[in-house]
């Protein structure tokens, strides 16, 4: 039976209340809750993966884990709390944590890293690649990857660093903000040729970095790389392409309209305005395409749909009718809005706007994030 906390425990509320009966986390019950699941959101993620992913670790008299590309809120305080992965298994053997990466804040510390495990993690300010040069018998049971964002960190996958760790027998864990965000991970390991859980599964216990206007989920959902690419395997240029696309159209959704489109290449039913229903795609920010006959259709204010233009004949086959995943109906759709929407939106803007309007999202993101730990 498998007797975890953090399997069992649905919150944070439950789980910071089971780790305050072991004495090493007595203080937790003195500490701000918020304050302690941004300390221990990186590990509850790890624990709640191996509970739900490979419980079979828990046996082992050690386990030996590394996390990929490190930076701050998965490293506070020397990376101390890592420790209670321990607690939150019911493990009973010796753990050991190593944070590797290129952009790693040994110096983090939280307003309660006098509460921290005495036992720091192993820390190596330096890239993947170069870690593994140093280290080339290092052996790890379990690496993980906080929101790598592979479609912008394509080195991971095209070095041998990610391959050498499933070749040596390591369980390759991941986490996301979201399960669209994972279908985009999972795109680009697929186009690299690696193979990745078709499904994530929900962890209850992430870190809210949002605002009153949005929610933005720091380790929200869990997944797995389950195998490396074959032999002389060819990257998929044309579908990494086409997510860049995707991207791009995303970004200039935010810059111009002032917000992303939701349920891009989505059928739906809308109403003509005289009380006929109409089975329309979905393209992007409220412009549509009907498949019947090609028009192009945008929604305006007043309800009524206004006919902007005609998509080709060519350009509706393609529609991914019978794909399993809206991430390939949603880069359609992009495909659709970059070479025939595009000049009717009421202002332009470029790839260096949505660029600026990236770092700047990303920027406030990890702004957020550093004042959690206060």
Known sequence: MNTAPVRHCNDWQALLAVLAEHDEYRGLRSIDPHTASAVLAAPAAIARWIAVYAPQLVIREKLSIIVIGAESTDAPDQGRWYQAVAAMLAFKGALEVTLVGAELDIAFTSSVSAQAPKLPANSAREGLAEFLAKHDGARFDLALLFQPGFQKHRGWLQDSGIAHFLASGTLLA???????????????????????????????????????????????????????????????????????????????????????????????????????????????????????????????????????????????????????????????????????????????????????AARGMFDNLRARAARLFR
């Open 174 to 356: 991941g986490t996301s903000y979201s399960t669209d965000e994972y279908q985009m991970e999972r795109w680009v390991l697929e186009c690299h040729g690696y193979r990745a859980g078709a499904e994530s599964v929900p962890n209850p216990f992430f870190l809210e970095l949002g605002d009153a206007n949005s929610s933005i989920q720091w380790g929200r959902v869990l997944w797995q790389i389950e195998s490396a690419p074959p032999r002389n395997f060819q990257i998929d240029k044309e579908g990494l392409a086409a997510l860049d696309s995707l991207t791009r159209m995303v970004l200039h959704s935010i810059t111009v309209v002032g917000q992303p489109s939701p349920e891009c290449g989505a059928m739906v039913e809308l109403s003509d305005g005289k009380g006929r229903r109409r089975s329309l795609l979905h393209i992007f920010d409220r412009r549509f395409v009907d498949p019947a006959d090609g028009s192009l259709l945008q929604l305006a204010d007043d309800g009524g749909l206004n006919v902007i233009g005609t998509l080709p004949a060519t350009e509706i086959a393609q529609y991914p009718r019978a794909a399993q995943r809206d991430i390939e109906r949603a880069m359609w759709a992009a495909g659709v809005k970059s070479r025939f929407l595009l000049a009717g939106y009421p202002a332009s803007a470029n790839d260096a706007d949505g660029e600026k």
